[in-house]
């Protein structure tokens, strides 16, 4: 069955690096998204991206954040400048149609990233 | 801004009991999505609900939507300890998805 893949699993950087997270979307969808999740709280969105541009994006996704699909299949996140709150659960995921005719969105297993 | 409230947050049940969650939020939506995350997991689809009145079941647990009400709601049937986990509502609308805060279940012998 098709899923979502990220990399790494858990990622550790000084505060004030630049970290980029990855993220190998299902195939066939067209539509992405980075969400986090600070410990034990609830999932946040950060941004979604439609045909190569961003579509929608929240308060948390400030100019430190930016996203990018640099070939067929990979999209990223990027944070330039890493700090402490920035340490969360990192959640990817594409939406598409399935069978039945529903629209779904399937998250990846999430990059733990850990700001020191 | 799309806000959503999820309660309760935090649920204990006995195996065998139901028990409702309830998620409102505040603007018209194109949907709803229900997800399960166990700890340390990613989250699992549980159902989309589409269109005003919908009701979509599977196993134990059923969920349903009001869009004019902006209410949704997970009803859970004869609790088993399988389905402790946290469960999330998410409306979803022009690409913009908020989650609610999540309820914490723990089904106990």
């Known amino acids: 069955e098709p899923e979502v893949t990220q990399t790494p699993s858990h990622q550790v950087t000084q505060m004030g690096q630049e970290v980029i997270l990855r993220c190998v979307p299902i195939s066939n969808h067209l539509y992405f998204y980075w969400y986090r999740q600070i410990l034990g709280q609830k999932v946040e969105f950060l941004v979604s991206f439609y045909n190569n541009e961003i579509s929608e994006k929240s308060e948390i996704f400030d100019d430190q954040f930016s996203v990018e699909r640099p070939d067929g299949s990979n999209f990223t996140l990027k944070i330039r400048s890493t700090k402490l709150e920035d340490s969360a659960m990192y959640f990817c995921?594409?939406?598409?149609?399935?069978?039945?005719?529903?629209?779904?969105?399937?998250f990846g297993p999430g990059t733990r990233l850990t700001v020191l | 801004e799309l806000k959503v409230e999820q309660n309760p947050l935090f649920l204990s049940m006995q195996e065998g009991k139901n028990y409702t969650i309830y998620c409102n939020y505040s603007t018209t939506s194109d949907r709803l999505y229900w997800y399960r995350q166990d700890p340390g997991k990613s989250l699992e689809s549980l159902f989309v609900?589409?269109?005003?009145?919908a009701v979509k079941q599977e196993g134990r647990l059923m969920a349903s939507l009001d869009t004019k009400a902006r209410l949704s709601t997970l009803h859970i049937t004869a609790a088993v300890h399988d389905l402790s986990a946290t469960y999330f509502c998410?409306?979803?609308?022009?690409?913009?998805?908020?989650f609610g805060a999540g309820t914490r279940l723990t089904v106990k012998p």
């Open positions: 995921a594409s939406s598409g149609w399935v069978a039945g005719g529903l629209w779904e969105q399937f």
């Open positions: 998410a409306p979803y609308n022009n690409n913009d998805m908020r």
């Open positions: 609900l589409l269109s005003n009145g």
